[in-house]
Structures are given as C-alpha cells and as structure tokens.
C-alpha cells in the first residue's frame, strides 16, 4: 500500500528565509505526486505536481519540488518566503489507476517570522 | 477559474442523526471523491465516484456511508446515523487531468 511521511510536523522561518519541505512515500512504481496548501479555514489548494518528464517542477506561490527518484522523495522549496506562505502543507501521492485516490502525508504547519 | 464548493461549511448535529453534505464539483470533471480530515489527523479518502457508481471506497466508509450524484451538478455524502467520531472537516474533489482539485470542506460537528 502507498504511504507518505512528512517528518516534519513543525517548521519556523524567517520572513525572506528559504523554506524546505520534506515528503517521502513509498510506491510500487512512479506515482503521481503532489503538494497541497491549505490556509486556516480554508480548503486544499493544489500548489504543484509531477506526473513524468522533468524532475524539478515549478508550481504557484513561487514553490517548486524535486523529485528524486532514488530517495523516494518530493520535497518542496520556496527561495524566499512570504508572511502569507504560513500555512499547512500536505504532500500526496495519487495511484495510476481509474480511481486515483490520493494518499496524504500527515502535514507540515509553517510558521514564519517577521 | 472554476472551482470545486461545498455546502454547508459548518454542520451541527446530533448523534445518532442523518446528515448530507453537498458539493458541486468542476463542470467538466467525471471523477469525484469524498475525503475527511479529523482534527489533527491525517486527510483520509473515503471514496471515488465515477460513472454513477462507486468505484473505490475505504476501510471507513462502511454502511453509514452512501455517494449520490441526484442531478447533473450535485455530488452528496449522506452519514445515515452519526457518531461522534464522524466529526471531522470533509473535503469534496473532482478530477481534471489527473489532478484532483477541492472544495473549502464541510465542518462537521456531532454532539
């Protein structure tokens, strides 16, 4: 079964720092990846993904991740961070299949400091 | 740009009562999907609707649970008894190329 870890549950930032985001999963083969945002009470809003082709993928906001294949990661980055980018962060894996349910990771909350 | 809406955005019941969240997915999209996140917890799916019938539902989704698309626009989750457990946000998607896109969610409170 598909599964995917954010180690981490917490991150703080300084306003104008750069931002990394952690996401690995565990596929039988290549997945569809994603990463997701979701602002307090608001709903998820899809930020970028990776289906094939190029590893680097350029998304909203200014994010991109990465896909490494050999370390079953995405990991998300963002140059230099906005006060607005304090959000939550779900990276999900989606299946090559006709119902292509996503799989999410347990989230990241980012807070960032002026 | 179109998007995917939900309704209501908070829902108050009591346990052991019916309730149905709504969404209106993307025009043009043929899967749907329903997902919850409990509070502080992982967003978990509950199942994929396409072609008027289910086709993928998880461990959670058992005899409480039904999916109906009553009309050309509306797809519903209808929770015939609820428990307290059922609390949580539930989010509404539909599929476009490969890519799901959601609703706000649907918070839902059982007392």
């Known amino acids: 079964a598909q599964s995917v870890t954010q180690p981490d549950i917490h991150i703080t930032v300084s306003e104008g720092a750069s931002l990394e985001l952690r996401c690995n999963y565990s596929?039988?083969?290549?997945?569809?990846l994603f990463w997701y945002v979701q602002s307090p009470g608001q709903g998820l809003q899809l930020l970028l993904k990776?289906?094939?082709?190029?590893?680097l993928v350029q998304g909203i906001k200014g994010f991109e991740a990465e896909f490494k294949r050999s370390q079953s990661s995405f990991n998300l980055r963002k140059p230099s961070v906005h006060w607005s980018d304090a959000a939550e962060y779900f990276c999900?894996?989606?299946?090559?299949?006709?119902?292509?349910?996503?799989?999410f990771g347990g989230g990241t909350r980012v807070l960032v400091k002026p | 740009e179109p998007e995917v809406t939900q309704t209501p955005s908070h829902q108050v019941t009591q346990m052991g009562q019916e309730v149905i969240l709504r969404c209106v997915p993307i025009?043009?999209?043929?899967?749907f999907y329903w997902y919850r996140q409990i509070l502080g917890q992982k967003v978990e799916f509950l199942v994929s609707?396409?072609?008027?019938?289910?086709?993928?539902k998880s461990e959670i989704f058992d005899d409480q649970f039904s999916v109906e698309r009553p009309d050309g626009s509306n797809f519903t989750l209808k929770i015939r008894s609820t428990k307290l457990e059922d609390s949580a946000m539930y989010f509404c998607?539909?599929?476009?190329?490969?890519?799901?896109?959601f609703g706000p969610g649907t918070r839902l409170l059982v007392l």
């Open positions: 998607a539909s599929r476009g190329e490969e890519t799901q896109y």
């Open positions: 596929y039988g083969a290549t997945p569809y």
């Open positions: 990776y289906f094939s082709g190029d590893t």
């Open positions: 999900a894996v989606g299946e090559k299949a006709a119902g292509n349910k996503l799989t």
């Open positions: 025009s043009n999209h043929l899967y």
């Open positions: 609707f396409y072609n008027n019938e289910i086709s993928e």
